[in-house]
Each structure stands twice: as C-alpha cells, then as structure tokens.
C-alpha cells in the first residue's frame, strides 16, 4: 500500500511562497498521478492540481492557475507543490493523493485511492 506523506507547510504573509513536499513510501510513485487537494472548515475538499505518471502534464483549479506549480522527482519518489503570491483564501489542510492513471487526473476523490494526512497552511494578510 502506498504510503505518502507531506511537508513544508506553514505560516507566511500574503504574496509569499511556500513549496509543499509529498513522499511516497513502500511503492513506486511512478504508477500513480499525484493530485493535491485542500479544505477548509466546513466546507468541501477542492482539487487544487494533479501531475501525470511521467510529469509531462498537469491541471490546475483556476483559483491557482499562474500561481501554483506542481511538479514531479519519480527516482526521489516526491511531488511538489511550489505555491507563489499566496493569498489569505489559500489558507487550508493541504493533502496530497495518488490515482491509477496515465494522464493527470480529474479533482474528483474517489478517483484517488491514496492520501496523505494532510498540512497546515497558513496565509496572512
């Protein structure tokens, strides 16, 4: 079963940057597309991008298009999230998933089997 986990979120200002981290243990990352989603309190968890198996393609929500760049180590087994001109509303559990696929995914979550446990980000303004 695959594992992942995330790092590198936090606190910062509104306008900064943060790189979010995923790791995938115990099997190859290289078989799945890699999506990250977000939520708030009370509300639904969004799909905010997804990488394809090979890292040619990707998505993005719209709220994050020009902003946020996903990308993607197969032989370090990571997936990044480079998150630039962080605003207030980008505040959330960040999680990433894993998804059987050649292509990136849709943000829809039962397309996604696996998933992290999710990290804090913070944006103040």
């Known amino acids: 079963q695959l594992e992942l986990v995330e790092s590198g979120g936090g606190s910062v200002q509104a306008g900064g940057s943060l790189r979010l981290s995923c790791a995938a243990s115990?099997?190859?990352?290289?078989?799945?597309?890699i999506g990250w989603f977000r939520q708030v309190p009370g509300k639904k968890r969004e799909g905010v991008s997804c990488?394809?198996?090979?890292?040619?393609?990707?998505n993005y929500a719209d709220s994050v298009k020009g902003r946020f760049t996903i990308s993607r180590d197969n032989a370090k087994k990571k997936v990044y999230l480079q998150m630039n001109g962080l605003k207030p509303e980008d505040t959330a559990v960040y999680y990433c998933?894993?998804?059987?696929?050649?292509?990136?995914?849709?943000?829809?979550?039962?397309?996604?089997?696996?998933w992290g446990q999710g990290i804090q980000v913070t944006v103040s303004s």
């Open positions: 998933a894993a998804g059987r696929g050649e292509t990136e995914l849709p943000p829809v979550e039962e397309l996604y089997d696996y």
């Open positions: 115990r099997f190859p990352m290289d078989y799945y597309a």
């Open positions: 990488i394809s198996r090979s890292g040619d393609s990707a």
